[in-house]
Structures are given as structure tokens and as C-alpha cells.
T-cell receptor
């Protein structure tokens, strides 16, 4: 079956611009996660959705970052007033309800110039 | 204190040899889960193996096994009969208690030599 998909695969933007990153989870997976991976580091948790609601957004670095999942499937991570420090790979993962394993998408490489 | 520690930033191993990637973890929860993921140069995170804290047997998945030593808080990944395609970054990770987010280590870059 289809895995987690993320679009775009690469995004280049200028400092101060707004960007949206999309995640399409595995069909039927109710849990969705966003992580950020900086160069040479492991992924760091940003936010977790169970269904439509954000169950844990403790990893969002500041109020420039926001994520939605209005219909409990596709999610969009939104970054306002981007900064060079936001440059990273943004990974999305999904899991079954009660499932232990998170399955990751290929990521979106964001570069802020 | 780091929750997940991977002390080997890089390793070089001859093809067909077994390799052990080290991971220690730190938690005060009794219920937790441990994971290993592989990240090739293409960037995707590939799930390899999972061990629950209450599982008495070490987890195995094909050529991968997790050497779980609870008292030592150690969860080493063992890859048997390594192959060139095993060259990648490997991350150890943990889920604590009922929290769903995963905490990752810094990773170990494994190079398999022909």
C-alpha cells in the first residue's frame, strides 16, 4: 500500500516568507506526527495529531509554527516569517490508533535564504 | 541529560560481518518502547525494529535483532551478515510512558566496506 507522502520534496524560500508543507498519511492511520531534522542531528518532535486535534504541540519552537489537520487525514505545517534557522528537513510520520510504530514520509527539505 | 545516547558517530565494517550499534537510554518510566530506524542517503526514515519495555524476549526482524538489557538501559542493534546496502545512518529512539512522541539519538553512520 501507499506510504506517507510529503509535498513538496524541496522548498527554497526567502527570509520572511510564508511556507506550507503538506503531509498525506497512510490511509486509515489516525495518528500523525511532525518532526524536524537539522543537519547531522536526529529528528526532533514538533507536534502530534490524534484525529483532527493536536494532542501535543509542545515541540513547536515558537508561534511562527502552526499545523492543522482539518479532516483527520492530510496535515499542513505552516511557517510564518521564515528565518534562516528554520532550514531543515521536515518529516511527517503516521501510525495506527494504539500502534507502536511510526512510519515516516520522505521529508520536505526546506531552505530559507 | 540526554534521553538517548549513541556513542559511535561512525563505524566501518567489512561486508558479511556482523555489526553492533550501541544505544543507551534514560527514563524513569516503567513502560516505554525502543526503536531503531535506518536513514539512507536518500533521506527517508525506515523502521527496522521495536522492543517494548515489558517484552521478555529480544526483538528480531530478519537480519536485525535488538539486544535489550533492561538493567543496563541498553538497546543495541545487531545486524548479522552485513550487506553493502546496509550503509546508512542508524537512529535509536524511545517512546516514554503513554506519550506518543519519539525521542531520537544523534545517530551512527555505518559504512559497509566491500
Amino acid at each position: 500500500g501507499a506510504g506517507v507522502s510529503q509535498t513538496p520534496s524541496n522548498k527554497v524560500t526567502e527570509k520572511g516568507k510564508y511556507v506550507e508543507l503538506r503531509c498525506d498519511p497512510i490511509s486509515g492511520h489516525t495518528a500523525l506526527y511532525w518532526y524536524r531534522q537539522s543537519l547531522g542531528q536526529g529528528p526532533e518532535f514538533l507536534i502530534y495529531f490524534q484525529g483532527t486535534g493536536a494532542a501535543d504541540d509542545s515541540g513547536l519552537p515558537n508561534d511562527r509554527f502552526f499545523a492543522v489537520r482539518p479532516e483527520g487525514s492530510v496535515s499542513t505545517l505552516k511557517i510564518q516569517r521564515t528565518e534562516r534557522g528554520d532550514s531543515a528537513v521536515y518529516l511527517c510520520a503516521s501510525s495506527e490508533q494504539g500502534g507502536e510504530t511510526q512510519y515516516f514520509g520522505p521529508g520536505t527539505r526546506l531552505l530559507v535564504l | 541529560a540526554q534521553k538517548i545516547t549513541q556513542t559511535q558517530p561512525g563505524m566501518f565494517v567489512q561486508e558479511k560481518e556482523a555489526v553492533t550499534l550501541d544505544c543507551t537510554y534514560d527514563t524513569s518510566d516503567q513502560s516505554y518502547g525502543l526503536f531503531w530506524y535506518k536513514q539512507p542517503s536518500s533521506g527517508e526514515m525506515i523502521f527496522l525494529i521495536y522492543q517494548g519495555s515489558y517484552d521478555e524476549q529480544n526483538a528480531t526482524e530478519g537480519r536485525y535483532s535488538l539486544n535489550f538489557q533492561k538493567a543496563r538501559k541498553s538497546a543495541n542493534l545487531v545486524i548479522s551478515a552485513s550487506q553493502l546496502g546496509d550503509s546508512a545512518m542508524y537512529f535509536c529512539a524511545m517512546r516514554e510512558g503513554l506519550v506518543d512522541k519519539i525521542i531520537f539519538g544523534k545517530g551512527t553512520r555505518l559504512h559497509i566496506l566491500p
